[in-house]
């Protein structure tokens, strides 16, 4: 494997199956483009004479729109800016944290990162969107799923309060998890 050397930009993302690590590569004197998501090559374009412009793939399960913007700053300076669904990723992550719910938790030894998807009610565990059972309960609603044969739901009750919205709660083995902060 050849060393990364033009490597000039790396980023985290939260998505809901996951957290993706993408890292692009700019040759500025070769123009040469590659972008790898978790470590596999997604794009590679050698020898462009355009030092600047995007570069569009996806990213994890749900086939997340991702670009790198490359704009020139001065002289032989460049920014590299990713956005998410057409969102700078400091945009797409606030807005994601008004639209999911994540919890971290473990499990006899293992460890379990679980995505709630508040528009569409969909549970992701560990990359794999769950099979779920959803019930209207006297103060709100209950859905329910597995994870390593314990049994969990995630209870949404109102708040009360019109700014807060909906409250949702993790339940596993009748315990309360903590929700996590990415």
Same mark, same amino acid.
């Given at each position: 494997? %050849?060393?990364?050397?033009?490597?000039?930009?790396?980023?985290?993302?939260?998505?809901?199956? =996951? *957290?993706?690590?993408?890292?692009? #590569?700019?040759?500025?004197?070769? =123009?040469? &483009? !590659?972008?790898?998501?978790? +470590?596999?090559? #997604?794009?590679? &374009?050698?020898?462009?004479?355009?030092?600047? +412009?995007?570069?569009?793939?996806?990213?994890?399960?749900?086939? @997340?729109?991702?670009?790198?913007?490359?704009?020139?700053?001065? +002289?032989?300076?460049?920014?590299?800016?990713?956005?998410?669904?057409?969102?700078?990723?400091?945009?797409?992550?606030?807005?994601?944290?008004?639209? @999911?719910? @994540?919890?971290?938790?473990?499990?006899? =030894?293992?460890?379990?990162? *679980?995505?709630? %998807?508040?528009?569409?009610?969909?549970?992701?565990?560990?990359?794999?969107?769950?099979? @779920?059972?959803?019930?209207?309960?006297?103060?709100?609603?209950?859905?329910?799923?597995?994870?390593?044969?314990?049994?969990?739901?995630?209870?949404?009750?109102?708040?009360?309060? &019109?700014?807060?919205?909906?409250?949702?709660?993790?339940?596993?083995?009748? &315990? #309360?998890?903590?929700?996590? !902060?990415?």
């Amino acid at each position: 494997l %050849e060393k990364m050397t033009d490597l000039v930009a790396v980023w985290e993302v939260a998505l809901s199956d =996951g *957290v993706h690590k993408i890292e692009f #590569e700019h040759g500025t004197t070769s =123009g040469k &483009r !590659v972008v790898y998501v978790d +470590g596999k090559e #997604e794009i590679r &374009r050698e020898w462009m004479f355009k030092l600047v +412009g995007k570069e569009t793939f996806t990213v994890g399960a749900t086939k @997340t729109k991702a670009s790198i913007n490359i704009d020139a700053v001065s +002289g032989f300076a460049y920014e590299y800016t990713l956005e998410i669904n057409g969102k700078s990723l400091k945009k797409y992550m606030e807005n994601r944290l008004k639209t @999911t719910n @994540t919890w971290m938790l473990s499990l006899g =030894g293992t460890d379990y990162r *679980v995505v709630l %998807e508040k528009d569409t009610m969909d549970v992701w565990c560990n990359g794999q969107k769950m099979e @779920t059972a959803g019930e209207f309960v006297e103060d709100g609603t209950e859905t329910h799923f597995t994870v390593a044969d314990h049994s969990c739901c995630i209870k949404a009750v109102s708040s009360g309060k &019109r700014k807060e919205g909906i409250i949702h709660t993790l339940i596993v083995n009748n &315990r #309360e998890i903590p929700e996590a !902060v990415e």
